[in-house]
């Protein structure tokens, strides 16, 4: 008969049989890769210098409006699916805010970038288009439109702004163009970073002079600025609208629905002037399924803008 086993080597025969069990036991299932908008997001590593700060917070439908407080209205508009957003830091304590939406489809996202960039700033290579403004920049490719903010005013904000921007776009697959009614609008004298991209009220009245087109309840509209510059254009400065319907009879019914409102006057070759709700003079055209309205200036400046369209069509 055996010794009898002491409390020390039960202890060890435990400890050994533990462990080569852990050793056998398959390993902890690795997380899900990231899907959606957070996959954009760059990781740990991938953008030298910058390394995320925190996890990726993500919102989809109506709770966009627990994430920004004052401009969920518009991306719903257009067609807003979900948002990812992260938050790195780089070289001295640098920070940076990444944000990326994901829209129904490119026309919705090129839209959102088109009103939120504005005016300002300044073209950047990154995505299919980008708006460096300071400390922000704003990129469209495809579906996604993106923006990363800089917390910090350091020198190496704009670089990282930038860095993660092509990484962001990177990711992305698609390329798709700009919409088909925002290519038509004419070239010639067409002020830089006026164009926009309208697909309700909400987007009309954050541009410049956008409530004019408010009443003619279109569902889709170009819109760029033309003159009040050197060159070949209006010599004072004139908004040009394209309206698009879903065929010539919308089209018309909405023409006329405009001609029959007060200040509205149709002349003889089927144009319509009219007093916009910010009081400047309008004139609009009625062409297919489109009208083109031109609002601001003087009233030969808006019918050679408007001659051109129907000239460059």
């Not at 008969?1 to 049989?17: D, E, F, I, Q, S």
């Not at 819109?223 to 009040?228: D, E, L, Q, S, T």
């Not at 149709?266 to 009081?279: C, E, R, V, W, Y």
Request: proline share 9%; net charge negative; glycine share 12%.
């Amino acid at each position: 008969m055996g010794r009898p086993v002491t409390g020390a080597a039960a202890a060890w025969a435990t400890a050994l049989l533990l462990a080569a069990a852990a050793c056998s036991a398959p390993p902890p299932p690795s997380p899900p890769p990231a899907a959606g908008a957070a996959r954009l997001l760059p990781g740990a590593g991938a953008v030298p210098g910058w390394e995320p700060a925190d996890e990726i917070q993500r919102f989809s439908g109506d709770d966009l409006f627990l994430f920004i407080d004052g401009g969920a209205d518009l991306f719903l508009e257009y067609g807003f699916r979900e948002v990812a957003a992260r938050a790195y830091r780089g070289p001295g304590g640098a920070a940076i805010n990444a944000e990326i939406y994901e829209m129904a489809d490119p026309a919705a996202a090129f839209g959102v970038y088109s009103v939120r960039c504005g005016d300002a700033g300044d073209d950047a290579a990154v995505g299919s288009a980008a708006r460096l403004a300071d400390y922000y920049l704003t990129v469209w490719q495809d579906r996604y439109v993106a923006t990363f903010t800089g917390l910090s005013e350091t020198p190496a904000v704009q670089d990282g702004l930038v860095a993660i921007g092509r990484a962001v776009a990177g990711g992305i697959v698609g390329r798709a163009p700009t919409p088909a009614l925002v290519a038509a609008l004419p070239a010639v004298g067409k002020r830089p970073h006026s164009v926009r991209y309208v697909r309700g009220p909400v987007a009309a009245a954050n541009i410049p002079l956008g409530e004019a087109v408010v009443p003619w309840q279109a569902p889709e509209t170009a819109a760029a600025r033309y003159g009040g510059t050197d060159g070949p254009a209006p010599v004072t400065a004139v908004t040009l609208f394209l309206l698009a319907y879903p065929d010539a009879a919308a089209a018309e019914g909405a023409f006329r629905r405009m001609a029959a409102g007060p200040d509205a006057v149709m002349d003889a070759t089927g144009s319509l002037t009219f007093m916009s709700p910010q009081k400047q003079p309008g004139r609009a055209e009625h062409r297919g399924r489109h009208v083109a309205v031109a609002v601001g200036g003087d009233a030969a400046g808006r019918e050679e803008l408007l001659g051109r369209v129907n000239s460059e069509r």
